[in-house]
């Protein structure tokens, strides 16, 4: 290995800083973005919340004006001229003194215009500026809408354009006595600069009411003169009524003069004719002008600290130049076979941990030499050859062979009166002695499945008296375990019996499964035969615990005591197996006069 300390520290350390500098970048940009991005919603809540504020603070002023107003039309007096007169002289005087004394400049809510409505729709009298048509028409509009509500005491209000200004107007009746409604009280109050600036002083917003299209007035604003006037820029007026346009909460940052300001633009429910729009406001540059001095300040921090995480790198890249370097030279040791030699890491806990990792893996490789010695003593060179031949590559090759299948009788009750470790104890000692029998001929044990066998004979390793061995497999088996249920009576347990069936067929030998996990095995339909011939085993009437089928038969080449059971239909196959029964019992006619 051509191991470079100097050149390693080198390209560790730039690595170090190149990381260093990718992490405070992306930390600077993610912290510019969520701030702004989180700004940004703050300020949106704002306006939405705005919004409400102007419709509560409207509410408030119409609540006061009807309280002032139910004063008004209760005062003994009005009732009295109204009854008495309808003289609009003296009512207009009338009318004149109470705005005076109840909305004048110095009111909470300042009042513009008292009128008398009878209710007829005709205006009795009126106190401030003259009321055009048009607004005489907004305030009977009023009229009508309270005269249909079902309320003891009906009011109504809306929004409407008075002497060319925005303001709120509200009606309410007067009674001679209740519930005769002698004439309607109506009231207009401003939504001027004054309003603007109270909402301005709860909500921390720039509130400016714009004109209905095509005129382009500034109806009321808390903007400075120069940016009022800016707002009335035709690309500025366009954009601000296309956002009022939008949803509802839907905000759109527009530039006006020299500062950016979040926009949510409203329309202005009117009682008749085209909305103004309400505009809603926050300067975004004033807003995020402490975030660009925290960006600032973060910027000289990461600066900063990319001088002295250089100064740390270089440090750091020593400390881990060294323990690479020791390791690298002890993969030369391992590499020539001495697994004795451990290898010691100082410095960092998670050197440490390599250096336990680097030992555990020793240990394993150790461990896999020691496997492979013990393999090589215990496989026959036969089985070893094919494997090695063969590898880790999955499909096989076409044979014939020999599957004997052997399966437990009575197994699920037995367990029901044995604790689980109990049955695994027995099932472990009755697989032993069964594998035992099955090896001896040949066999090679397939899988265990619960407490059945499936064994291979003539694979990986060609056999051919692979019948021969199976059949001679299974009389062993019979035998060992008429001894083996001997010592289970020895420990008064209950005696185990089996079913076995041998059937000889071509088949796929080879390694099956996935390409990470492999089991060698055979694949076709003689063995699922065999599997059927185990379960005839179950009949009664065939009188024997071990089936072998006409194909095994007819290659034996030796007498064995089997006796004929004819032939019968196997489940999954159309046609019908010549079926042989192995007896235990000796002086049977030979194989060849049964088939």
């Known amino acids: 290995m051509n191991w470079r300390p100097k050149r390693f520290r080198g390209r560790l350390l730039v690595a170090l800083i190149g990381l260093l500098a990718c992490v405070q970048g992306a930390t600077f940009i993610g912290v510019t973005l969520w701030s702004r991005w989180t700004k940004m919603q703050e300020i949106a809540e704002s306006l939405v919340r705005g919004v409400a504020d102007l419709d509560r603070q409207t509410l408030n002023r119409v609540l006061e004006l009807a309280d002032k107003a139910r004063l008004m039309a209760g005062d003994y007096a009005l009732r009295q001229t109204l009854l008495l007169t309808d003289d609009s002289r003296t009512l207009a005087s009338a009318l004149e003194s109470y705005l005076q004394r109840l909305g004048g400049p110095d009111a909470h809510v300042p009042i513009s215009v008292v009128a008398l409505i009878t209710p007829e729709h005709a205006v009795m009298a009126q106190a401030g500026p003259r009321l055009a048509a048009h607004e005489v028409t907004a305030f ?150 402490p975030l660009r001095r925290l960006h600032l300040i973060l910027f000289l921090g990461a600066a900063a600290g990319m001088v002295f995480a250089a100064g740390i790198a270089v440090q750091f890249a020593r400390a881990v130049s060294d323990p690479v370097r020791r390791l690298a030279a002890h993969t030369r040791v391992i590499a020539s076979g001495n697994y004795q030699v451990p290898v010691h890491l100082r410095g960092a806990e998670e050197f440490e941990r390599l250096a336990g990792a680097f030992n555990a893996m020793t240990e394993g490789l150790a461990e896999r030499d020691r496997v492979r010695d013990l393999l090589d003593k215990n496989v026959s060179p036969e089985i070893a050859a094919e494997l090695m031949r063969s590898g880790s590559v999955l499909g096989g090759e076409e044979r014939e062979i020999t599957v004997l299948f052997s399966d437990l009788r009575g197994f699920t009750t037995l367990c029901e009166s044995l604790a689980p470790r109990e049955v695994v104890q027995l099932l472990n000692r009755y697989l032993t002695r069964m594998t035992a029998e099955i090896e001896s001929e040949g066999g090679v044990v397939d899988k265990f499945i619960g407490d059945a066998i499936m064994a291979i004979f003539g694979a990986p390793v060609d056999q051919p008296d692979a019948p021969e061995r199976a059949v001679r497999a299974a009389q062993r088996m019979r035998a060992v375990l008429v001894e083996f249920n001997d010592e289970l009576a020895a420990e008064k347990r209950l005696p185990l019996s089996f079913g076995i069936g041998i059937n000889t067929t071509r088949a796929i030998a080879g390694n099956i499964g996935s390409s990470r996990r492999l089991n060698y095995s055979v694949i076709g339909d003689g063995v699922n035969v065999a599997a059927r011939l185990q379960a005839l085993t179950r009949q009664p009437h065939f009188a024997t615990d071990v089936i072998i089928s006409a194909a095994t038969a007819s290659r034996l080449s030796s007498v064995h005591p089997i006796r004929p059971l004819g032939t019968v239909p196997v489940k999954g196959r159309h046609g019908q197996v010549e079926i042989f029964a192995l007896t235990s019992r000796s002086g049977i006619s030979d194989l060849r006069s049964q088939i």
């Open 140 to 289: 009977l509009e009023l009229v009508r809408r309270a005269e249909s509500s079902e309320d003891a005491y009906p009011m109504a209000n809306g929004n409407a354009l008075v002497a060319g200004a925005l303001h709120g107007l509200v009606v309410i009746p007067v009674f001679a006595p209740p519930p005769e409604i002698v004439a309607w009280l109506g009231y207009a109050f401003p939504i001027d600069g004054g309003f603007a600036s109270d909402i301005k002083r709860s909500s921390r917003l720039e509130l400016s009411f714009l004109s209905a299209p095509p005129d382009a007035r500034l109806l009321a604003s808390t903007l400075e003169d120069e940016q009022g006037a800016a707002l009335l820029d035709p690309d500025v007026l366009t954009a601000v009524r296309a956002a009022a346009g939008r949803p509802e909460s839907a905000v759109a940052n527009i530039r006006i003069g020299r500062e950016t300001f979040v926009t949510l633009a409203q329309p202005v429910s009117m009682i008749a004719g085209p909305a103004p729009t309400a505009v809603f406001q926050r300067s975004l540059d004033l807003e995020l002008a």
